[in-house]
């Protein structure tokens, strides 16, 4: 694959199959990190008998980035499950923010302010809070 930042691969299909393989590398890597994740979990909580009577959810520190991060440093198995989540949600959104550097290196007006628009759609969605 030739250099990112060579004018002829921005000009070419190489941009698509920079994304194509972004998008995948981006699956993939969530995955062994939800199969570590899986594996740590069930050799530490494995033997245990879940109680359906009573619903708990997701501990409080696996529900925001920083406490996931300490979770990860302490090898808890359902924090490291959670960053592959993380990962997974993050894949879709670096590949819109690298076509809007795809378009903007093309001179693409139109479609960086296109895309700019679904990137700041989806961003606020995240940190605005107001889904829940």
Avoid: C
Avoid at 39 to 63: D, M, N, Q, W
């Amino acid at each position: 694959m030739k250099s990112l930042f060579n004018k002829s691969f921005w000009q070419e299909r190489d941009v698509e199959m920079f994304i194509g393989q972004q998008l995948r590398w981006g699956v993939f890597t969530s995955s062994i990190i939800a199969l570590i994740g899986g594996i740590i979990y069930l050799v530490s909580h494995g033997g245990g008998t879940p109680a359906y009577h009573e619903f708990k959810g997701a501990p409080e520190y696996v529900r925001h980035l920083p406490g996931i991060l300490e979770g990860v440093a302490r090898l808890d198995g359902m924090a490291i499950i959670q960053l592959a989540v993380v990962v997974l949600l993050a894949t879709p959104i670096t590949r819109i923010a690298f076509s809007v550097l795809a378009f903007a290196m093309e001179k693409d007006r139109l479609y960086v302010f296109i895309t700019l628009i679904v990137l700041g759609v989806i961003i606020f969605s995240i940190f605005s809070g107001l889904g829940g």
